[in-house]
């Protein structure tokens, strides 16, 4: 399976992310897993503020 994330820099082009999860999951475990891997790479890219926006109001609210 896999989980996905766009960024949206505020100064230039959308940046499609996918990653490959290598362990069976359910579908929230993938979204909380492409939340995780979307914030290890905004850490990464040192980005300072973000939002988050997702389709599952569970994982949404975890963060918030």
Known sequence: GGAGVILFPLDGEPMP????IDFECTNNIA???ALVLG???TYALDIKS???FGDSQLVINQVN
Do not use: A, D, G, R
Request: no cysteine; aromatic share 16%.
């Open 31 to 33: 979204k909380y897993e």
């Open 39 to 41: 914030l290890q790479t």
């Open 50 to 52: 973000i939002h988050i």
């Open 17 to 20: 992310l996918s990653f490959k």
